[in-house]
C-alpha cells in the first residue's frame, strides 16, 4: 500500500493545529485591566515566519499574513524530516 493510500485511511481523524504567534509576559494589574475589546500589543507583524505545530511536531513553515481584518498563515514549506 502506497503512503498516500495509507494517509488516506486517517483523512478524517481531527488534530490540533498550534500556530504560535507571538508570546507576551503581562503582570496580573495589567490582566485584571483588560476590558471587552482591549488590545495586547505583540512584537510579530505580517510576513514574519512562524512554524505550524501538529500532535506537538512542527508540520510546516508559514508566513503571517493578514486578510482584510483577519489574521493569518500562509503556508510557505512542510518538515519532511523524519
Known sequence: MKVIEEIGLMADVPIDIVVDLDR????????????KGSVIKMTRSAGENIDVIAGGATVAFGEIVIIESTMGVRITDFNLEE
Do not use: D, G, V
Open 24 to 35: 507576551k509576559t503581562m503582570s496580573l494589574r495589567e490582566i485584571l485591566k483588560l476590558e
